[in-house]
């Protein structure tokens, strides 16, 4: 039977989409996402995932007197050497097509793995040396603990995920931060399994108010910490509460002939915590409280496994302490869940989440801005006579106000103008009367914000259309109708959070963005990024595909609300550059010691950036 499900397995296990799973930018990300995951990846990765389990419980029957555990352990350091390779090595060395020829060799050696080690089990339990019936390594509990394997694997799940989302909205959007708290997920494994001296308990559990504590004081000062402190907080809290799930789970593992049906359940806790992050929070909190109501959830679950083994034995001292402790870190724990409800009530105007992250619409003083986690995605001052002064990243130096200020000294006529990002709309203040400006916007729920809170759009000069979904695919749908006319200027503005998705730097979108672009316009790049220098991708850009690019800087005037910021502009027109490049301070070619760099649909490499 498992020969059969790894040969599925096998010749499902080309990963890449055809060409005809191209989504259309409309669907629901998430059940999209989930189809072609399931489609492209999920018979491979059954076939793996239910593999790990069955030969340990082989192992089990052919090496009697040997705990497989450990090999649970060895399991996890793989998986940790290839979340660090891929980053690292891989996708730097790497296009994507020769990725999915070493994906598939890799697990055609796997498929002859399997088939070896079948044959060993096969011939060890033929062995008349070897009984099936030996007596099996015994775990060091005993007793029905399904529901407290499945709740602590889920609480576990629920710490990484939340903390991850933490982290890269909250803290610093930089580009594979994920990896380290994975890393330190499943390090807390390779140590709570490799050893049984690994995970001392009494010691764990009696740092519970100290990690109580560390959660409320990140949750309500740490935004005034260094990124650095704060990473380090937060890191070493999702340490602490994986070594406490996982060493639990360690601790109460069954004898190895249940040892796949306990598997079974911690992998069925780790999906119902995974989705209960990724699904079903997003649709019922308005904020990311699902990160203390984890810590709550840990501590009440822990409460519950202690009261369990409470007796009046000779362990009475040292259970009652360790219950203490798990008291005031529950309460400490509900209390920041609830404290952070209320704060975020209170200080946000307006917050909602969809699939793409936390959006909240803050009024402070005379102005109000839209944030995406703490990226403030535009401002705009309340006073009814400065609101549509242009602010935030578009002040009168900005790429788009110095790329249509060029076109309108050249031309009088009135201008098409696409912009790929719609944050609050200020983009908008840019139009003229008869032009045309048409936003491209995947998140519906910033397009509802910009409508409702901001009045950039319904005050705009121009004729203002949006378009939601995918703005590339979009793009690339309009460059195949030859009766849709060209744009006189195409803004790139979108941003992730401070993320700029990929997909919208490859040398195949940008040569999408000129099929819309006239010849004598221009395409304007937002590049301002805390984590990211955009300059050598923009510079390569320009050079592969023949166009001068301008860089453009602006500086911050506190008194207009506009901030410094990093543009970049790219047009094949010596007329339209030259009038551009009158208009502001720029760069023929920016200040960078690296070597420019192109960004393709095979292939990109974030730490080159």
Excluded at 7 to 20: E, H, I, K
Excluded at 359 to 382: E, M, P, T, Y
Excluded at 583 to 609: C, G, H, W, Y
């Amino acid at each position: 039977v498992h020969l059969l499900i790894v040969s599925v397995g096998l010749t499902c296990a080309r990963v890449l989409p055809d060409p005809a799973w191209m989504p259309t930018g409309r669907e629901w990300p998430t059940g999209n996402l989930l189809v072609i995951l399931l489609v492209h990846l999920g018979p491979s990765f059954f076939a793996l995932a239910a593999t790990a389990p069955l030969l340990q419980a082989w192992f089990a029957r052919c090496y009697s007197g040997q705990s497989p555990y450990p090999l649970y352990a060895v399991s996890n350091g793989g998986s940790i050497a290839a979340v660090l390779a891929y980053p690292l090595i891989v996708e730097p060395l790497w296009p994507l097509h020769h990725q999915e020829l070493g994906w598939f060799t890799g697990f055609a050696l796997f498929f002859v793995g399997s088939v070896y080690c079948c044959q060993r089990f096969w011939r060890g339990n033929e062995d008349p040396e070897v009984s099936p019936n030996t007596h099996l390594v015994s775990g060091t509990t005993s007793g029905n603990n399904r529901w407290i394997w499945f709740g602590l694997s889920a609480v576990g799940s629920v710490l990484l995920v939340a903390t991850t989302a933490q982290v890269t909205e909250n803290l610093a959007a930089a580009p594979l931060l994920w990896v380290i708290p994975l890393c330190l997920y499943l390090l807390s494994f390779v140590l709570c399994f490799a050893a049984d001296t690994a995970y001392r308990r009494s010691f764990w559990l009696s740092l519970a108010p100290i990690a109580a504590v560390g959660v409320a004081l990140q949750l309500g000062m740490g935004h005034h910490w260094p990124i650095g402190v704060q990473l380090t907080v937060v890191m070493s809290l999702l340490f602490a509460g994986c070594m406490v799930c996982h060493g639990e789970l360690a601790r109460l593992r069954p004898a190895a002939d249940r040892l796949t049906g306990y598997y079974l359940l911690i992998s069925a806790g780790g999906a119902a915590g995974g989705a209960f992050v990724a699904l079903i929070a997003p649709l019922v909190f308005v904020d990311l409280w699902e990160y203390p109501l984890g810590w709550a959830g840990l501590y009440t679950l822990l409460l519950a496994v202690q009261l369990r083994e409470r007796d009046r034995s000779s362990q009475f001292q040292r259970l009652d302490r360790i219950l203490v402790l798990l008291s005031f870190g529950w309460l400490i724990a509900v209390g920041s869940f609830v404290v952070d409800v209320v704060v975020d009530w209170r200080n946000a105007s307006l917050t909602t989440r969809d699939f793409y992250g936390r959006l909240a619409v803050s009024r402070k003083n005379d102005k109000q801005c839209l944030f995406h986690g703490r990226i403030q995605h535009g401002c705009q001052w309340l006073d009814p006579k400065r609101a549509l002064e242009p602010t935030t990243y578009y002040g009168p130096d900005s790429g788009i106000a110095v790329g249509l200020g060029a076109l309108r000294d050249l031309s009088g006529n009135p201008l098409r103008i696409g912009v790929i990002g719609l944050g609050a709309g200020a983009c908008a203040v840019w139009g003229a009367p008869g032009d045309e400006m048409r936003f491209y916007e995947l998140s519906p729920s910033v397009v509802r914000l910009a409508r409702q809170e901001f009045t950039f759009l319904s005050r705009a000069r121009a004729e203002v259309t949006i378009e939601i979904g995918d703005a590339r695919l979009a793009l690339e749908r309009e460059a195949s109708d030859p009766s849709e006319p060209r744009f006189d200027l195409l803004v790139l503005d979108a941003f992730l959070g401070d993320a700029v998705p990929l997909h919208l730097l490859t040398r195949e979108a940008f040569v999408t963005y000129w099929k819309r672009v006239k010849s004598s316009g221009a395409v304007v790049a937002h590049i301002s990024n805390r984590h990211l220098d955009l300059e050598p991708l923009m510079y390569g850009m320009s050079d592969e595909l023949g166009h001068t690019a301008l860089f453009l800087y602006t500086d911050e005037d506190r008194t207009t609300m506009t901030y410094r910021s990093r543009w970049v502009l790219f047009s094949g027109d010596s007329q339209l550059i030259n009038a551009a490049r009158a208009r502001t301070r720029s760069m023929e070619k920016p200040s960078f010691s690296a070597d420019p760099i192109v960004f393709t649909d095979q292939f990109s490499n974030l730490l080159a950036l």
